[in-house]
């Protein structure tokens, strides 16, 4: 294993960054191949929304881990295709309350195999038992870094 500190493209942070960018390129690579025009970070919204449908934006930026002009620019174009609706909340009518629309539902439909291939194809060649060791690692890193 190699382990040298001094080098940044070893570190942890660098290692991290790049792996998720290349799973991203390569999911948003997979949309593009397939004839869909969705990037992979309205995708993310969609798929947060299917899970927690009818957050306000301010909530689905915290949920996304992106901030407020950036979610309500991506929520602007996933609103003008006809996949979420955004209604001024009932008891804060400055609040606007994101919910999927059934073109939404359906769009997730179609692009959950090619999700599941990106994923099934990042893991490829690596155990259950090293995946659940690298997700526990990642999720103390998570709540160390959530600490500060």
Not at 68 to 84: M, P, S
Request: charged fraction near 25%; hydrophobic fraction near 35%.
């Amino acid at each position: 294993m190699y382990r040298n500190d001094s080098d940044l493209r070893h570190s942890l942070g660098m290692l991290l960054g790049r792996t998720s960018r290349a799973i991203l390129n390569r999911l948003q690579k997979s949309f593009a191949q397939a004839g869909y025009t969705i990037s992979v970070e309205q995708w993310l919204l969609l798929v947060n929304l299917r899970s927690r449908n009818g957050q306000t934006q301010q909530q689905l930026a915290e949920n996304t881990y992106k901030d407020k002009t950036t979610v309500a620019r991506l929520i602007d174009g996933l609103e003008k295709h006809g996949l979420v609706n955004r209604m001024p909340d009932t008891i804060d009518r400055r609040q606007k309350r994101i919910s999927l629309h059934a073109k939404g539902r359906k769009l997730l439909k179609q692009l959950k195999p090619l999700a599941l291939s990106a994923q099934t194809e990042a893991q490829q060649g690596v155990s259950s038992e090293h995946l659940d060791i690298c997700r526990e690692v990642l999720f103390t890193i998570y709540g160390n870094m959530q600490k500060q």
